[in-house]
T-cell receptor, first 119, second 116 residues
Framework: AQKVTQAQTEISVVEKEDVTLDCVYE???????LFWYKQPPSGELVFLIR??????QNEISGRYSWNFQKSTSSFNFTITASQVVDSAVYFC????????????????FGQGTILTVHP | GAVVSQHPSRVICKSGTSVKIECRSL??????MFWYRQFPKKSLMLMAT?????????EQGVEKDKFLINHASLTLSTLTVTSAHPEDSSFYIC????????????FGPGTRLTVT
C-alpha cells in the first residue's frame, strides 16, 4: 500500500523567512513519482514540482527547492524568502509507477500542510 | 498547457435532489479522469477512476449508486450526486490524464457543493 505523510499540519512564518515542508512516503515500488501541489484559497490545485524515483538530484527553481532522499523516503520542499502569496495548503503526492496492483495510475495525497505567511 | 474545466464552480441544492458536475478537458483527450472529494481542511480523497467508454472504478467505501459517473467522450466526464444530503456537501475536484501518458494529470478548478 502507498502512503504519504505530512507531519506538519500548519506552519506560520513571517514574510522573507525560509520555510521547509516535510513529506515522508511509503511504497514498495521501485518506480514512482513524487509531486508537490499548492492549493490556494480559491481551491484549484497548482502543480509545483515532480521527481521520479530514479533521479535524486535536488534542484532549485526560483524560490522553490526540494530535497529528495530515497534512503529516508523523504521529499521535502523549501520556499526561500517566503511571500504572503505563498499562503496556501501544500500537498505532497505519490504516483505508483509500476504497473499492476490497485494503486496503479492513482495519486496518493498527503494530509496537506497549511502555510500562512504573515506580512 | 493542458486545461481542465469544471462546471458549475459552485452549486447549492436542496436535500433529496440530484446535481450533476461536469469535468472537461479543453485542449487534450483524456481516456482517464479521476474524481476526488475534499472536506474542509482535509486531503483529497479519490472517489473513482473514470475510463472513457467503460464503467467507472470506485474506491472502497464510495457508493456507486449515489455518485454516478459517466465518461461518454474523451473530453467529458460527469459526476452526478443523487438524492443529495447535507453530508454530501464538499469540494469535488476532477483530474484528467493525457491519453497515453503515464503520470500527467491535470486538475480542474473544483466544484463546491452545498446541500441544504
Amino acid at each position: 500500500a502507498q502512503k504519504v505523510t505530512q507531519a506538519q499540519t500548519e506552519i506560520s512564518v513571517v514574510e522573507k523567512e525560509d520555510v521547509t515542508l516535510d513529506c515522508v512516503y511509503e511504497t514498495r515500488d521501485t518506480t514512482y513519482y513524487l509531486f508537490w501541489y499548492k492549493q490556494p484559497p480559491s481551491g484549484e490545485l497548482v502543480f509545483l514540482i515532480r521527481r521520479n524515483s530514479f533521479d535524486e538530484q535536488n534542484e532549485i527553481s526560483g524560490r522553490y527547492s526540494w530535497n529528495f532522499q530515497k534512503s529516508t523516503s523523504s521529499f521535502n520542499f523549501t520556499i526561500t524568502a517566503s511571500q504572503v502569496v505563498d499562503s496556501a495548503v501544500y500537498f505532497c503526492a505519490l504516483f505508483k509507477g509500476n504497473a499492476g496492483g490497485t494503486s496503479y495510475g492513482k495519486l496518493t495525497f498527503g494530509q496537506g500542510t497549511i502555510l500562512t505567511v504573515h506580512p | 498547457g493542458a486545461v481542465v474545466s469544471q462546471h458549475p464552480s459552485r452549486v447549492i441544492c436542496k436535500s433529496g435532489t440530484s446535481v450533476k458536475i461536469e469535468c472537461r478537458s479543453l485542449d487534450f483527450q483524456a481516456t482517464t479522469m479521476f474524481w476526488y472529494r475534499q472536506f474542509p481542511k482535509k486531503s483529497l480523497m479519490l472517489m473513482a477512476t473514470s475510463n472513457e467508454g467503460s464503467k467507472a472504478t470506485y474506491e472502497q467505501g464510495v457508493e456507486k449508486d449515489k455518485f454516478l459517473i459517466n465518461h461518454a467522450s474523451l473530453t467529458l466526464s460527469t459526476l452526478t450526486v443523487t438524492s443529495a444530503h447535507p453530508e454530501d456537501s464538499s469540494f469535488y475536484i476532477c483530474s484528467a490524464k493525457l491519453a497515453g501518458a503515464l503520470y500527467e494529470q491535470y486538475f480542474g478548478p473544483g466544484t463546491r457543493l452545498t446541500v441544504t
